[in-house]
C-alpha cells in the first residue's frame, strides 16, 4: 500500500526571532533599534504575518496526509522523500535554497509578504494553499519544469542550483585555473587568474547573473526559467603573460559543459548563496559545469 502524501512546510527564522536571539527580550530588541533611529513594530507585524501564513498552510493540509516542518538551516539534514509535497512558505529565495535537496518532488510557493516579494517563485497566497496541495499531488497537475545548473567534481561531488552556481575563491585571493569546454575532441583550456566562474539559469536571470550581464553588456540572450540554457561569465579576469582572457562568457545547452582544473590550493563552489553548504575543491581537481538532469517542478 502506498504512503499518503507528506506536506513538508520549508520556512525560516524570521527577522524578528532573530532579534529575540540576539537581544533576549523584545524590550530589549526595540530599544536596540530605536537607538539607531529604526522601529521594530515593522518587524514584529511581519513575523506575525509570516507564522500566521505558516498557520493556515498547516491547517489547509489534507487530514489523511503527513506533515513536517523544515527551516532553512536544517535543509542539507532534512530527508525529503519521493511522495513528498514541498510547501515553501516565504520568500523567493527560499524555493531555491529548498530546491538543490529535491529530486522532482512538487514545489509549491507561497508568498508571505505580497508587494515586499517579487513573488516570482512565491507566487501564491496562504488561501490557495489547499487547492494547490490538491493539483501538485495529482498525476500530471500543473506545473513548470525549471532548469537548474549543476558541478561534478572528479570525486564525485555534486552539488545543484537553480539560479547559479559560483566558483571561485573563499574569500578575497586570486582563483588561478584551466577553464575550457568539456569537449572529447582536445579542446585547448585556458589558463585564467579570476575573481571567479558563475554559471546561472534562466531563473538565475533576475539577479547575480542579470548583473554580470548587464555590467559585461553582453551581447548573449539571457535564458528564461524554463530554457534549457545556461550562461556563465568570469568574474574580472586578469591577463597576464601566462592567463589570459579570451574565454570569459558563453552560453551552455544540453550535453555542452564547462571544464574548470583547479590550479590554487583551494577553491570552493556554492549555489543559489547558501556558502555554508559549499563544494571544496584542491589543486589538480577537475569539475564539469552544466544543465543538470534535475528540474524544479513549480506548481502554478
Not at 225 to 245: K, N, Q
Request: hydrophobic fraction near 40%.
Amino acid at each position: 500500500m502506498s504512503l499518503a502524501p507528506r506536506a513538508v512546510l520549508v520556512h525560516r527564522t524570521t527577522e524578528y526571532e532573530e532579534l529575540l536571539a540576539r537581544h533576549g527580550t523584545h524590550g530589549q530588541a526595540a530599544f536596540f533599534l530605536s537607538s539607531r533611529g529604526r522601529s521594530i513594530d515593522e518587524v514584529a507585524r511581519r513575523h506575525r504575518h509570516t507564522r500566521q501564513a505558516l498557520a493556515d498552510v498547516a491547517a489547509a493540509v489534507p487530514l489523511q496526509w503527513r506533515q513536517s516542518r523544515v527551516e532553512r538551516a536544517d535543509l542539507d539534514r532534512f530527508l525529503f522523500a519521493s511522495e513528498d509535497v514541498v510547501v515553501v512558505v516565504g520568500q523567493d529565495g527560499l524555493v531555491a535554497n529548498a530546491a538543490k535537496y529535491l529530486s522532482g518532488q512538487p514545489v509549491v510557493g507561497i508568498d508571505t509578504d505580497p508587494g515586499r516579494n517579487p513573488g516570482v517563485l512565491v507566487r501564491h497566497r496562504p488561501s490557495d494553499a489547499a487547492a494547490l496541495l490538491r493539483a501538485a499531488a495529482s498525476p500530471g497537475g500543473p506545473a513548470e519544469e525549471l532548469t537548474m545548473v549543476e558541478a561534478v567534481a572528479d570525486d564525485t561531488q555534486r552539488l545543484l542550483a537553480l539560479n547559479e552556481i559560483y566558483l571561485g575563491p573563499p574569500g578575497h585571493q586570486t582563483a588561478r585555473y584551466r577553464l575550457g569546454p568539456d569537449h572529447s575532441d582536445g579542446a585547448p583550456a585556458e589558463p585564467q587568474a579570476s575573481s571567479g566562474v558563475l554559471v546561472g539559469t534562466g531563473t538565475g536571470a533576475t539577479g547575480w547573473l542579470r548583473s554580470l550581464w548587464q555590467e559585461r553588456h553582453s551581447a548573449l540572450r539571457l535564458p528564461a526559467p524554463t530554457d534549457p540554457r545556461l550562461l556563465w561569465f568570469v568574474r574580472e579576469a586578469w591577463p597576464s603573460p601566462t592567463t589570459g582572457t579570451s574565454l570569459i562568457e558563453g552560453e551552455l545547452r544540453h550535453g555542452q559543459g564547462l571544464k574548470l582544473a583547479v590550479e590554487s590550493d583551494r577553491l570552493v563552489a556554492f549555489g543559489d548563496g547558501m556558502e555554508a553548504d559549499a563544494m571544496e575543491l584542491t589543486w589538480g581537481q577537475t569539475v564539469r559545469l552544466g544543465i543538470s538532469a534535475t528540474s524544479l517542478r513549480l506548481t502554478v
